[in-house]
């Protein structure tokens, strides 16, 4: 059993990813295969942040280089990680769009206990409505 937030290396890309991972999100290659895998992914990621911007290179100047940073910092604002996840140049009058995402994912075991830990009969009809019961009108004398 893999802890939380433990890291290997992709065996197709190389990239370090998550060892719960059950597709590599830097290659999108498919990991495992055995049923905790599937249930894993039934569950649906949770993207609290994405960010994407466009750069358009203004046709009247030089080509640029640029370097794609990424950094996490936690609450003390320590560095957790610090890369340079790509690098290039734009030349006059091209674009480059850049795209953070951060993806969330309750691990295995805790997914799999939600998932166990729910009522049986969910079908069950029961009354949403949340309008108070009908007064009765109060009768004249
Ligand atoms: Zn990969």
Redesign the pocket.
Known sequence: MSSVGEAWK??????R?LRSAVI?P????RLRFDAAAQAHSATAANSPLHIEGTIHHPPAEKAWEYSVIVQVRDAEGAVLARHVVGVGAIEPGDTRTFTLQVEMRAPEESARAAVASRPPAVERAKPTSTLPPKQPTPAKS
Not at 10 to 15: I, K, L
Not at 26 to 29: D, G, K, L, M
């Open positions: 992709c065996p197709h890309c190389g990239q990813i590599c830097a290659c999108q290659r």
